[in-house]
């Protein structure tokens, strides 16, 4: 079982900042790839950032420029430091991984429950 935990969520005012963390937990050999999902009620959920385990990064155009991801291996931990927030961005954000597990080729994903986040004056 592969778990992972959100924190860093909250409430701040219009161009302000928070950061986002998510820690992984339970039987991993190795994360491929990290990354933060938002979703609007109503609407699918959409890729905010990504970064593979080599580095290599994706932003959504909405927030590249603002947003900027970073991952520590040996903590199995992500982070979406989120600058210059805006209305639009207040919405919940899922934290994602592909995971390899122990003595498997293959990998499987797996999804934080969420975290708020809210910006308003």
């Known amino acids: 079982q592969v778990q992972l935990v959100e924190s860093g969520g909250g409430l701040v005012q219009p161009g302000g900042s928070l950061r986002l963390s998510c820690t992984a937990s339970?039987?991993?050999?190795?994360?491929?790839?990290m990354g933060w999902y938002r979703q609007v009620p109503g609407k699918q959920r959409e890729l905010v950032a990504l970064?593979?385990?080599?580095?290599?990064?994706n932003y959504a155009g909405s927030v590249k420029g603002r947003f900027t991801i970073s991952r520590d291996n040996a903590k199995n931990t992500v982070y979406l430091q989120m600058n210059s927030l805006k209305s639009e961005d207040t919405v919940v954000y899922y934290c994602?991984?592909?995971?390899?597990?122990?003595?498997?080729?293959?990998?499987?994903?797996?999804w934080g429950e969420g975290a708020r986040v809210s910006v308003s004056s």
């Open positions: 994602n991984a592909i995971v390899r597990m122990p003595r498997r080729d293959s990998s499987c994903t797996y």
């Open positions: 339970g039987s991993i050999f190795s994360i491929d790839a």
């Open positions: 970064i593979a385990s080599g580095g290599g990064t």
